[in-house]
């Protein structure tokens, strides 16, 4: 067993350099997530053992540079120089050098001991440029690993360089300042004697210089106070605000000196370029990159659905076991057998089911990832989702949304800013999912015959307003926070590797596993019970009880406390809301349970022309039209809950959003209702 001390390792570096394969590499099946202490930003951990050394390793958001303008900006360096990890690694793209190895300057001021990871030097050997790491090493004064971390390649050899790291004392100090020269180390050496003696730990005294130089905000901040007034109006003298181009020149210049110096040969860029770029003439094109995107989602979202359908047969299962439960339970107490029958084994089983959706939404998303398509996603709709104040990472979420919400909010890992991430995860569940579409369609058809179409469009329109309003309101009450363009590189093309796809879709399932099963699971048992008690019949229930009780709400759209419990019911899964009105209006077949309505198809073994004649003698078009509205912008489904509690991490954010639009659901029924009135 092994008792040496752990040692900490910190992963950093821009995004799509690799990071998080080599990360998922090291780490396997022993990492979980979080959020920063007192941020939302996502916190990844994991731990491993090699040679007898037990390590953890600490994935660092990804990030450009280590200046202040970001909350992953804040944490990476807040990280690196209050936690002081045993080692550094800063992950490099070697197809991508001059802009990758932008976050390594300056990190050598950090006091660190600092390994670079040069990754994906296949796709840079491809593009015909080739490097010599020792020379790298050498310029930079650390060790540069070489590395294609989706094949392997390079991981031995970097726990080898932390292995003998850990076990050096001292730090390389070569590079303290390599990277300046002329006026701006000039400018450097003024500000670090001026502030010589002032700088409070655990900041250096060379980094502070070079941040205050930057014009940092919270270095700034952090100086005047220990200086005082006098000495920092001296000091502004010089700290302007205005050399941060320079410094940034100064940083380029370093990289440049690198990259000619460890290059090997000299690669035609402009055949190189033609190479890379093909393709993206069109996928990146404002017209064909749209019609090439949509073409890439709709197959993305074909997948999806595919996996899913999988799951189909599992829940034949269910039903199999549901009435095995209640014929090996017949002899005792009705509500046990009924318990386990249409509770607890529907409720787990749907959980299950759900599983094999999201490992198809996983592997889609995961692919797209590694083959580098996302940012052209990003980047063609980034436009159309500005208007939302949103990113364009935000319009594959979207899209995936509408055929299912669960899916649309579990695609929002690709959306890598939180403040971006979270606004579209809140939004998600007011896009129409497929069940809504087909119970609009059903009572559309009843009501309205052919002007349903009009019906379909008011409810678009609808969606269209509701998505506007409340990303204002988010964004300007909620997530505060500034609003940045979508800035971003696009990466080169890799071939998919299915190993690290596998991976990340291990990885997300098993979050799920962790916190939305168990959701999904207690939300079908807790919908049993009210639907069960207090004498086993649901029209008598607690839930059919809740639907009266609402009847002074339900009364200002129309509806009866019958279409108020199922859109009560509709939270366990939309497909059950034609179910269960079957059911209170007394033609349902046999279905007893609420719970159990989720597990059946969506016609829930109702006969629809029976349904139909009932619905048209107990409900006005009125009634009819405020129910859709209101169920189409109701509370979404259980796993949705579920899937927004994974994503967000946070009760608060979950039942937040659950009663937001409960609320906006009864608006919209009470709005739609009044206007039918004068329509009619």
Known sequence: MNTTEQKTIALAGQPNTGKSTI?????????????????????????????????????????????????????????????????????????????????????????????????????????????SPEIMGKQMGVEVIPMVASRNKGISELLEAIRESVETTNINEKSAQQEFEGDVLAQLNDIKSQIKGFVPSPYREEWAALKLLEGDEEICQIMQE?????????????????????????????????????????????????????????ATHPVWGIFVAFGVLLLAIVVAVSFGSLGMPFLHGVSLASDGARTLLESG???????????IIVGVGLAFALSFFLIGVFIVV??????????????????FMQRLGLHGKSFMPFLMGAGCNIIGVLSTRVVDSWRQRLVTVLLIPIIPCYAVWAIVSFIGTIFFGVKTT????????????HLVITSFLLRRFIVKGKSTGLIMELPPYHKPNLKAIWTYTWINLKSYLKRGFSVIALTSLIVW????????????????????????????????????????????????????????????????????????????????????????????????????????????????????????????????????????????????????????
């Open 23 to 131: 990360f998922n590499r090291l780490t396997g099946s022993n990492q979980h997530t979080g959020n920063w202490p007192g941020k939302t930003v996502e916190k990844k951990e994991g731990t491993f053992e090699y040679k007898d050394q037990a390590y953890q390793m600490v994935d660092l958001p990804g990030t450009y540079s280590l200046t202040a303008n970001s909350a992953e900006e804040i944490i990476t360096r807040d990280y690196i120089i209050k936690e002081n990890p045993d080692i550094l690694v800063v992950v490099v793209d070697a197809s991508q050098l001059e802009r990758t190895l932008y976050l390594a300057a300056g990190i050598s001021m950090l006091r660190v001991k600092t390994i670079v990871a040069l990754n994906m030097v296949d796709v840079a050997e491809k593009e015909g440029r080739q490097f």
């Open 226 to 282: 220990s200086l005082g007034s006098d000495r920092w109006l001296e000091l502004s003298k010089i700290v302007n605000g205005n050399q941060s181009l320079l410094v940034a020149s100064s940083k380029y210049e370093w990289i440049q000196k690198i990259v000619s110096a460890s290059e090997i040969g000299t690669p035609n860029k402009k055949t190189l370029l033609a190479k890379r770029h093909k393709f993206d003439r069109v």
């Open 333 to 343: 107490p009705e509500w046990l057998s009924s318990m386990f029958a249409d509770g």
């Open 366 to 383: 995961g692919f797209l990832e590694d083959v580098g398509y996302l940012p052209r996603l990003a980047y063609v709709f980034d436009m």
């Open 454 to 465: 009009l019906v379909v469009v008011a409810l678009l329109m609808t969606a269209v307003i």
């Open 529 to 680: 019970f009210f639907a069960y008690f207090p004498d086993g019949n649901i029209e008598t229930s607690f839930l059919a009880s809740t639907g009266k009780l609402l009847n002074p709400i339900g009364s200002l759209m129309g509806c009866d406390w019958r279409l108020m419990v199922a859109l009560i019911v509709a939270v366990a899964a939309k497909e059950s809301a034609l179910s269960t009105i079957a059911i209170v209006y007394g033609i349902g077949q046999g279905l007893s349970s609420v719970t159990g309505l989720a597990a059946v198809a969506p016609d829930g073994g109702v006969n629809h022309a029976v349904l139909a004649t009932t619905l048209i003698q107990n409900i006005s078009p009125e009634s009819a039209l405020a129910f859709l509205f209101a169920l189409t912008f109701s509370v979404p489904c259980s796993a949705t809950i579920a899937a927004l509690y994974m994503e967000t991490k946070s009760l608060k954010w979950t039942a937040g959003a659950a009663a937001y639009y409960t609320f906006a659901s009864l608006v919209a029924g009470i709005i739609a209702y009044h206007m039918a009135l004068l329509i009619f």
